[in-house]
């Protein structure tokens, strides 16, 4: 097992805020994939925990070295968050393809919410 | 009219980047210019289909998925096969520019205004007219 990649991405609460606000929860659920869309649905949906899905996804995505994700790129990843500010993290390429695997964590403050990852190439053709 | 769109882009790319609409000028990358990430073209995707009326298919206007191709990069950077496919499939970018340093991680440098621009005029031009 090789690593495939590390990536390293900030978001600010207020981008985050803006967001919801201007598109509302149903555009932003079009960022997530299915069982993040279940978990954050029994869940009330913060700026705060949207803030480190999208964190974690973008760095994620720098991991993979792409150009730009887009709504399905961000689908394509996702975000298992543990209880320590730990999360495991997945990757498709479009929809289907291998998976690629990663493990990192986030860092805070009151401003912004940070994700390091560092992606596995566990499979040869993962792409 | 095409003063009225330019007005109405430069007004939506202003409110989601958080810059002043005079920043917003043609030339302008929306990364390194006005400091868009990747939230932000989603963002600007979605302010846009409000603003016109429009629906925009993942990957039209701000492409990426095309890149996922393994024939189109090699070793990071787009090769000319993929160089060719983002020509056809993205009329609105600057290909030939991205071209003199194809770094699949610096496509997104070459998304500008204008691009957005050409891509808002050929969509409604080909809208059916009430």
Redesign the interface.
């Known amino acids: 097992m090789t690593i495939r990649g590390i990536g390293i991405d900030l978001?600010t609460y207020s981008?985050?805020r803006?967001?919801l606000s201007?598109?509302g929860r149903e555009?932003a659920n079009r960022?997530l994939t299915a069982s993040e869309k279940k978990t954050w649905a029994a869940k009330s949906f913060s700026e705060r925990h949207f803030s480190c899905l999208?964190a974690a996804k973008?760095a994620c995505?720098k991991a993979q070295?792409?150009?730009?994700?887009?709504?399905?790129?961000?689908s394509d990843i996702e975000v298992n968050t543990g209880s320590r500010g730990e999360f495991q993290v997945s990757a498709r390429?479009?929809g289907k393809g291998p998976v690629c695997r990663g493990w990192g964590s986030f860092f805070s403050n009151d401003k912004y919410v940070g994700a390091q990852v560092i992606l596995w190439d566990n499979t040869p053709e993962c792409? | 009219m095409e003063d009225e769109m330019f007005k109405k882009i430069q007004e939506t790319l202003a409110g989601a980047l958080g810059v002043d609409a005079e920043e917003v000028e043609l030339d302008a990358s929306l990364t390194r210019d006005l400091g868009a990430e990747s939230i932000d073209f989603i963002d600007i995707i979605f302010r846009l289909e409000k603003a016109f009326d429009i629906k925009i298919p993942s990957g039209e206007l701000f492409p990426g998925h095309l890149l996922n191709d393994e024939r189109y990069v090699r070793e990071g950077r787009v090769t000319p096969e993929g160089l060719q496919e983002l020509k056809i499939k993205v009329p609105y970018l600057a290909v030939d520019t991205f071209a003199q340093d194809p770094q699949v991680s610096k496509l997104a440098e070459h998304f500008t205004v204008q691009m957005v621009v050409h891509y808002i005029e050929d969509r409604l031009a080909k809208q059916p007219r009430s």
Request: hydrophobic share 40%; net charge positive; no cysteine.
């Open positions: 978001i981008k985050a803006k967001f201007t598109h555009k960022l999208l973008e995505f070295n792409r150009a730009w994700m887009g709504t399905q790129g961000f390429n479009s792409g």
